[in-house]
């Protein structure tokens, strides 16, 4: 049975909460990656922010990316999965929660990130099929 730690990416790098959303598109940038999980001071994930996030809640509102946090795009509790947690909890997280990349969490530490292209590379073309239809329906 495939789990989350089997088509995650490890390693996920965080953002500090305190941060700027500057410093985030840059370390964005360097990573080549268009998100990054919102760690705050207690090592606890605060939310994820992504490249969109930037764009429209940020720039698009004529806010000044040195100076916003980028804790305070963080929204209510962040969508997690569990690294042993399975490839259909997986599916029924991203689509009842319409989202395309989860965080992946061992107890309360951050372990990886497995996004749509991760689930896509892993598991059969009806059920990618499936849930693209779920998370895309707004």
């Known amino acids: 049975m495939t789990k989350a730690r ?5 390693d996920a790098t965080c953002i500090g909460a305190n941060e700027t959303v500057l410093e985030a598109a840059k370390k964005m940038a360097q990573l080549k990656v268009g998100s990054l999980p919102i760690c705050g001071t207690d ?14 809640k940020v720039l698009a509102a004529g806010k000044d990316p040195a100076a916003v946090k980028a804790g305070d795009l963080a929204q209510g509790e962040a969508v997690t999965i569990g ?4 490839a259909a909890e997986i599916l029924r997280t991203m689509g009842a929660h319409q989202v395309r990349r989860l965080p992946v969490i061992d107890g309360h530490t951050l372990v990886g990130i497995v996004a749509l292209a991760d689930v896509a590379r892993a598991l059969p073309d009806t059920k990618v099929g499936d849930l ?7």
Do not use: F
Request: proline share 0%; net charge negative; aromatic share 0%.
């Open 6 to 10: 089997d088509i995650m990416t490890a």
């Open 83 to 86: 690294a042993d947690d399975d």
């Open 132 to 138: 693209l239809e779920a998370i895309s329906q707004n």
């Open 43 to 56: 090592e606890k994930l605060k939310g994820v922010l992504t490249d969109r996030d930037i764009v429209v």
